[in-house]
């Protein structure tokens, strides 16, 4: 079991209030991330659930029991850290066994359970070797080997993935989530990349300036965002933001479209009276995307993403028309105004 | 473009440190050659380099003279048995300074290295008055416990950098895995600051083993180190250089040979987490 309560968690450092009020609820088994821009109190949060920093204010509870109190080790938790903190004077067996001897398990246990996990995570070969031998992607597994050997009731992980290379980084994050499945433990894991987000989480939760701004599956924060931050950080390349006239004939004060939701017309002739001229600055042609960045006049710059090649150039005029069911529309506080 | 290196710079530069490296060592050379030189040769003018009668007669009247042992033995319980002590203080007092500083911890390293800045002739009076109430004239505690407390400072100061350098992470890794303070000392910590320790324990070493206002001031004979045993031939009757180098060859062998053996640990302690 691992079901984590955060309830009026707040966290500041003398006058600063990182953390102003948290609450939260994950679920048993679940597979939570913590998203947001940095500097926004994600990886303090984490050290606050982890007992690595004490709260200033309000509980979190484990399995329902408040554990504020409780130091790191008592937690029942395991941590992955960005810079994998190996130890490393030991071998891979003894970075794995470390936990395990400190909890004074009987030494034929230790091996068993070390030996488990290499195998999970394909060390066995390296067991004996010092985490300077290992490569990047080795020494993150034994990171996780730590973590799994104690059969936490959750895993805590901060931005494992960031020192990786982009292409360890797409590999090692179906392992984790594969290992997450497979072990049916709770984690809860903090990035600032929202592709990590979008792929791995259960739900993410998006926290900016030290508020939780929205708590939900990834397709609810990319289809109903509850505010303009949230609507801004989800989805890639950023949602447009439009002001003024359009915005007002909708009944909001700001408006906003993915650039995913726009139908361009590329020979210029108006279809509608709800298209938006304007003329390409820049197209990015990826093959499989093309990315338009379209001065809009009065609207500003718009991004457009079509998919395929779709024969637009530099310079060429374009009407983009905004999938009317795809149109979201924020108040002028910023929350999003629904139907 | 890559720096040129001639075959001419290389020899010119390779010369120049040898040159260097045969200064600083020269001092060290004359001594031990001196305490093979006849009392007659020591003094003359020129004097020879290698061309001279070679002789241990020295070494025998030393040895003949004084208790090289006895004072070889002093000097490694007082060097040793301060350092040791030290270490036992400073390993604490660094990891917490270093781990959980306060807005004070810089304040207090530099009050502690202050105390280093006062001439230690300032408190002889004060210091011999306590040592001869408290009986601890002529003893090695005392002097373990003087020497000690006089290097606590570099020794708190050198850890403390050591410990500087290691990720906190690692710490909080030990501490997640379950450690305590004292275990994360132990199997973490101390393992990690290896080279560091070795170099500062060395160093301590070092300077306790050739300290010498002290040991000169506070003892005579019970327990009187290397250093009272070279002081002894400069004096009552005079002079005798070869007999003086002789004893100084034999107080600094122990030392020297130490450091020959630790000198890569030594080295890679004073370089620690220059190179990552």
Same mark, same amino acid.
């Not at chain 1, 080790?73 to 029942?76: N, V």
């Not at chain 1, 594969?178 to 989480?201: C, F, N, P, S, W």
């Given at each position: 079991m691992g079901r984590i309560t955060l309830q009026g968690v707040q966290k500041s450092f003398g006058p600063v209030h990182i953390i102003k009020g948290a609450d939260l609820e994950v679920p048993d088994g679940a597979f939570v991330v913590f998203v947001g821009p940095s500097g926004c109190g994600k990886t303090t949060l984490l050290r606050l659930i982890a007992g690595l920093e004490d709260v200033s204010g309000g509980k979190i509870l484990i399995d329902g029991k408040n554990v504020v109190d409780v130091p790191p080790? %008592?937690? =029942?938790l395991s941590m992955v850290f960005q810079s994998y903190a190996l130890y490393p004077h030991m071998s891979v067996r003894g970075n794995i066994a470390f936990g395990l001897k400190m909890a004074g398990l009987p030494k034929d246990e230790i091996n068993r359970k070390v030996e488990a996990a290499a195998a999970t995570l394909n060390l066995t070969p390296y067991l004996d070797r010092k985490p300077r031998e290992l490569s990047g992607g080795q020494r993150q597994r034994v990171a996780i080997g730590r973590a799994i050997v104690r059969e936490p009731k959750a895993f805590l992980f901060d931005e494992p993935l960031s020192n990786l290379d982009?292409? *360890?980084?797409?590999?090692?994050? *179906?392992?984790?989530?594969? *290992?997450? %499945?497979? *072990? =049916?433990?709770?984690?809860?894991?903090?990035?600032?990349?929202?592709?990590?987000?979008?792929?791995?989480?259960d739900k993410i939760v998006v926290l900016n300036a030290g508020k939780i701004e929205q708590y939900g599956s990834p397709l609810e924060l990319y289809e109903r965002p509850t505010n303009l931050f949230v609507a801004g950080f989800i989805g890639s390349p950023k949602m447009n933001f439009i002001t003024g006239e359009p915005a007002a004939q909708r009944g909001a004060t700001t408006i906003g479209v993915r650039p995913e939701h726009f139908r361009v017309n590329a020979d210029g002739q108006s279809s509608s009276n709800q298209a938006w001229p304007g003329k390409v600055i820049i197209a990015e042609h990826l093959g499989s995307d093309t990315f338009l960045y379209v001065d809009a006049g009065p609207l500003g710059t718009l991004t457009v993403r079509c998919a395929g090649e779709i024969g637009v150039k530099m310079g060429d005029t374009v009407l983009l028309s905004p999938d009317p069911n795809r149109v979201y529309?924020?108040?002028a506080s910023g929350n999003a105004v629904h139907v | 473009m890559a720096r040129k290196v001639t075959g001419r710079s290389v020899l010119i530069s390779t010369l120049a440190a040898w040159l260097l490296g045969f200064l600083i060592f020269f001092p060290i050379l004359w001594m031990v050659l001196t305490s093979f030189k006849t009392e007659l040769e020591a003094f003359a003018n020129p004097p020879s380099f290698l061309l001279f009668h070679w002789t241990t007669e020295n070494y025998a009247t030393v040895q003949?003279?004084?208790?090289? @042992?006895?004072?070889?033995f002093n000097s490694i319980v007082i060097a040793g048995g301060s350092t040791l002590v030290a270490l036992l203080i400073a390993i604490p007092a660094?990891?917490?300074?270093? !781990?959980?500083?306060t807005k004070r911890t810089k304040d207090i390293l530099l009050w502690m290295l202050s105390t280093k800045m006062m001439p230690p002739v300032g408190v002889l009076v004060p210091i011999y008055l306590i040592y001869r109430d408290f009986g601890l004239l002529d003893t090695r505690i005392g002097l373990v416990f003087l020497l000690c407390l006089g290097n606590l400072p570099i020794v708190i100061w050198m850890l403390f950098t050591y410990f500087k350098e290691i990720p906190k992470d690692i710490l909080e890794a030990a501490r997640m895995d379950g450690a305590t303070i004292g275990r994360e000392l132990i199997y973490v910590l101390t393992p990690m600051a290896i080279p560091g320790l070795a170099s500062t324990m060395l160093l301590n @070493?070092?300077?306790?083993?050739?300290?010498? !206002?002290?040991? @000169?001031?506070?003892?005579t004979l019970d327990a009187a180190p290397l250093t009272t045993f070279i002081a002894s031939y400069s004096s009552p009757e005079g002079l005798f250089w070869a007999k003086l180098s002789a004893a100084s060859t034999l107080a600094v062998a122990p030392i020297l040979i130490i450091g020959w053996f630790s000198q890569k640990q030594l080295v890679r302690g004073l370089t620690f987490g220059a190179v990552k």
């Open positions: 080790a %008592k937690r =029942g982009a292409a *360890l980084r797409v590999q090692m994050r *179906l392992e984790v989530t594969r *290992l997450q %499945k497979e *072990l =049916g433990t709770t984690a809860i894991y903090v990035t600032h990349d929202q592709v990590e987000a979008m792929t791995m989480a529309r924020f108040d | 003949e003279r004084s208790d090289y @042992l006895h004072h070889a660094a990891w917490s300074m270093a !781990f959980s500083p @070493l070092i300077l306790a083993w050739n300290e010498a !206002f002290w040991t @000169l001031n506070l003892t």
